[in-house]
C-alpha cells in the first residue's frame, strides 16, 4: 500500500493564513506591524533566492520586510555593527542572518549577536538553551515545522519511537529536543552510526537530514513508519532523468510501498521553514509589545 503524502505546502498556506489574520489583529492592536530584517552577505544566487523569498512572504502576511545587504567582503565587525543596529530599532522584530557566510566569516559567533528575543532563527546560543531545558522561547523553524507536519498528520508521539539521521546545530539537535519534549523515545544517528539500518529500522517515525540524495531506502523503514524526508539535494539534469531535479534524502518511491505516511521533495518539509520563520516574527514581536507594555 501506498503511503499518505503529508502535503507540507498546503499546511503551509494554512499557516500562513493564520499568520496574516493575526499580524492583522496585531497591527491594529499595537499601531503597527511587525517587522522582519534579512542580512545577506555576498551575492550567492541560492542565498539571494531564499532571502527574496523571505521577503515576499513577508509582505504577503502584513509584515514589514527590512532586506539589509553587505558585500562579499564584508569584515565581521560591519556585520557586528549591522546586527546592532538591527537589535536596537524598535520596528524591527526579528532579525535572520542568511547562511551560511562567505568563508572568512564564522557563521555561530556573528548569529549570536542577534538579541535572543529578535532571534527568529532560533540559533543563537540563549535560544537552544532555552530548548535544551524545555523552557519557552524562539524555535528553529524548519525542525519547528516538521512538529507541525507530524500534528496535522495525527502522528501519535507519546512514547514512540523517533529515530533522527543527522546531528547539526540548525536541525538534527533541535529536532531530537523538539521530539523529546512530546514524550517521544529519540535516537540521533550521524555518519559514524554502525549499523544506520538497523537502528532506523525501529523507528516509529523517521526523519533524514543528512544532505545526501536518497540516503535512506527500504531497508531502513519498519513497515507503517511514518517517513520526514527533510533532505533538498538538486541533481544534474542526467541524475535527474525527466523529473524536477531537487530529490530528498529518502528514497521516496521505495519507502513508499512500506511508510504509512511520508512527506514529498519538494512540496514536504521545505514549505513549511519559510510559514515558521512569520510565525516566529509574530510570536516576538508580541513578545517584545508585552516587554515594552510591562515596563510602561
Ligand atoms: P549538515 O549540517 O551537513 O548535517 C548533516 C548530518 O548528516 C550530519 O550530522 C552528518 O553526520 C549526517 N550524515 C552525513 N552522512 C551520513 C551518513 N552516510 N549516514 C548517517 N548520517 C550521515 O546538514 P543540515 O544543515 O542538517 O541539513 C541536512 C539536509 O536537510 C540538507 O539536505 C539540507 O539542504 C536540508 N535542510 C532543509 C531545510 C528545509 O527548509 N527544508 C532546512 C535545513 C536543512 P556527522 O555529524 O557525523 O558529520
Not at 516538521?146 to 507519546?158: H, Q, R, S, Y
Not at 525501529?202 to 531497508?219: E, F, K, M
Not at 533538498?232 to 504509512?260: F, K, M, T, Y
Request: glycine share 10%; proline share 7%; charged share 20%.
Amino acid at each position: 500500500m501506498a503511503a499518505k503524502l503529508i502535503d507540507g505546502k498546503a499546511i503551509a498556506a494554512r499557516v500562513r493564513a493564520e499568520v496574516a489574520d493575526e499580524v492583522a489583529a496585531f497591527t491594529e492592536q499595537h499601531g503597527r506591524p511587525p517587522g522582519l530584517a534579512t542580512v545577506l552577505v555576498g551575492e550567492d544566487p541560492a542565498s539571494a533566492v531564499y532571502v527574496g523569498g523571505k521577503q515576499r512572504a513577508s509582505e504577503e502576511v502584513g509584515i514589514v520586510p527590512f532586506d539589509r545587504r553587505l558585500p562579499a567582503d564584508a569584515g565581521a565587525e560591519l556585520i557586528a555593527e549591522e546586527l546592532q543596529s538591527l537589535n536596537d530599532d524598535p520596528a524591527v522584530s526579528g532579525i535572520l542572518l542568511q547562511l551560511p557566510l562567505p568563508a572568512h566569516l564564522d557563521g555561530p559567533s556573528l548569529t549570536a549577536l542577534i538579541a535572543p528575543e529578535k532571534d527568529v532563527d532560533g540559533l543563537t546560543p540563549i535560544n537552544a538553551g532555552l530548548l535544551a531545558l524545555g523552557a519557552p522561547g524562539l524555535r528553529p523553524c524548519t525542525p519547528a515545522g516538521v512538529m507541525v507536519l507530524l500534528d496535522d498528520a495525527g502522528v501519535d508521539l507519546e512514547g514512540a519511537e523517533a529515530v533522527i539521521v543527522g546531528r547539526s546545530n540548525l536541525f538534527g539537535k533541535p529536532m531530537g529536543q523538539l521530539l523529546l519534549a512530546a514524550n517521544a523515545t529519540v535516537t540521533t544517528c550521524h555518519s559514524r552510526t554502525r549499523d544506520l539500518a538497523a537502528v532506523c529500522s525501529r523507528a516509529d517515525v523517521l526523519v533524514a537530514a543528512i544532505g545526501r540524495p536518497r540516503t535512506i531506502g527500504a531497508a531502513h523503514v519498519k513497515p507503517g513508519a511514518v517517513v520526514i524526508d527533510v533532505g533538498i539535494n538538486r541533481l544534474s539534469p542526467q541524475e535527474a532523468g525527466n523529473r524536477s531535479g531537487l530529490v530528498g534524502d529518502v528514497d521516496h518511491d521505495a519507502v513508499c510501498e512500506l511508510a504509512s505516511a511520508i512527506t514529498p521533495v519538494p512540496g514536504g518539509v521545505g514549505p513549511m521553514t519559510i510559514a515558521m520563520l512569520l510565525r516566529n516574527t509574530l510570536q516576538a514581536a508580541r513578545s517584545q509589545a508585552e516587554l515594552a507594555g510591562a515596563r510602561t
